[in-house]
């Protein structure tokens, strides 16, 4: 039997085309573009990207967004299973449900042909922000607002939770949050989505095996997690101690470190820009400062403990960007999966172009 890796670090699982990482340089790539080249696009051109593995020229993004734009009403029975869910903890427990449901609705959901992923494909990534949007209304006992086909995917997500048009730079942050979100390569949530995948389940179980993947704290988790952190330190004046006390119990703190990058994540480079220009317009920057302060406390103390830094990962600016939107903690991780799904769709169409089981075997001890 060959060698075992714990956490299967550094074992190549399978070959793709979807995305790259360079953890080493810092460098992100969908599709063989960078992510900073993607982060001015808007979602849908990404999401296109991702699924379909080309850059969709003006008539074909057209097309894909008036698709994506008909396919944003969900099942008005989904709406009323919704009413019934507890809230307060975690919103993602709920999309699981719903997205089981919309799968019931979903006559082509056992169907295994190009068409029917196909279709199935723009359902989800139509339908996730407003099944969001609704569980949360829905939650405080308020009826779901109907999607504004005129607004971009993420302006229209912004609207639907609050019945407020976005600002232009609300907006932009919300198109960048769900681009950035979108693939990561094989990630645990992307692997887990794969095993499903590889034994031909259909897109819908896989895409809920990805959301049961995501919701731990160590992976999509973290999101809610820095923002509960935020919460509780609640001042920059206290950041240091919460930080010095949290490494001297040996607790990870939230948003920081990665399994790849050695270096700063690209993405958290983005978010933070968004933060910090999201926080100019808000005229209160007291949680991007409390989180600046954070990352350098941070990156110092690690230098000096461990004798290499820690860099914030893709969960921990994001966090703030949220903050900014007004966003609660407990929709965090369902709005990652809204940006994720179109990487996991892709990800579940290679498998199946290309399949062989995924079956590893164990060191029996
Ligand atoms: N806070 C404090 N210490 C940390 C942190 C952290 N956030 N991250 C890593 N470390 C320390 C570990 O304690 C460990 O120290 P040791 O060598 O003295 O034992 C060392 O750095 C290596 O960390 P591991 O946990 O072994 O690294 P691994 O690659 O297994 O885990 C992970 C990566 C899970 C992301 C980890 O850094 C972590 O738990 N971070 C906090 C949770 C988080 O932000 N997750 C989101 C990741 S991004 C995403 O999935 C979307």
Request: hydrophobic letters at 40%; aromatic letters at 8%.
């Amino acid at each position: 039997m060959k060698e075992m890796k714990k956490g299967l670090e550094g074992v190549v699982a399978l070959d793709t085309k979807i995305s790259y990482i360079d953890g080493i340089q810092g460098i992100l790539k969908y599709r063989g573009i960078n992510i900073e080249d993607l982060a001015d696009l808007s979602y849908d051109a990404v999401s296109y990207l991702l699924i379909t593995g080309k850059m969709p020229d003006e008539a074909e993004l057209s097309e894909y967004s008036r698709m994506l734009v008909a396919n944003r009403g969900i099942n008005g029975k989904l709406i009323e299973v919704l009413k019934h869910f507890e809230f307060g903890v975690e919103a993602l427990d709920g999309l699981r449900t719903a997205i089981s449901c919309t799968a019931h609705f979903d006559e082509e959901n056992n169907q295994h042909t190009p068409e029917a992923n196909k279709n199935k494909a723009i359902k989800l990534v139509a339908e996730f922000p407003t099944i969001v949007a609704a569980l949360h209304r829905a939650s405080y006992g308020d009826e779901p607002i109907k999607p504004m086909d005129n607004l971009s995917h993420g302006a229209n997500f912004l609207y639907m939770l609050s019945g407020k048009i976005p600002t232009d730079l609300e907006a932009e942050a919300m198109e960048k949050d769900l681009i950035l979100s979108a693939e990561h390569e094989l990630n645990p949530s992307t692997f887990s989505l794969r095993i499903a995948s590889s034994t031909l389940s259909d897109m819908y179980s896989a895409v809920i095996c990805g959301l049961c993947t995501l919701k731990g704290p160590l992976h999509g988790g973290a999101r809610k997690g820095v923002m509960d952190m935020l919460d509780e330190i609640g001042s920059i004046e206290n950041a240091r101690d919460y930080a010095l006390g949290k490494l001297e119990r040996k607790e990870k703190i939230m948003g920081f470190g990665h399994r790849v990058y050695k270096t700063l994540d690209p993405r958290a480079r983005i978010y933070k820009d968004v933060a910090r220009r999201l926080a100019e317009e808000n005229g209160d920057t007291s949680w991007f400062d409390m989180a600046e302060e954070l990352e350098h406390i941070l990156y110092h103390e690690f230098v000096e403990i461990k004798g290499k830094p820690i860099y914030p990962n893709v969960d921990f600016y994001s966090a703030v960007v949220y903050k900014y939107l007004d966003i609660p903690a407990e929709l965090a991780t369902s709005i990652f999966a809204m940006g994720r799904v179109s990487g996991w769709i892709a990800h579940c169409m290679e498998q199946y172009s290309d399949n062989r089981v995924i079956r590893p075997r164990a060191h029996t001890v």
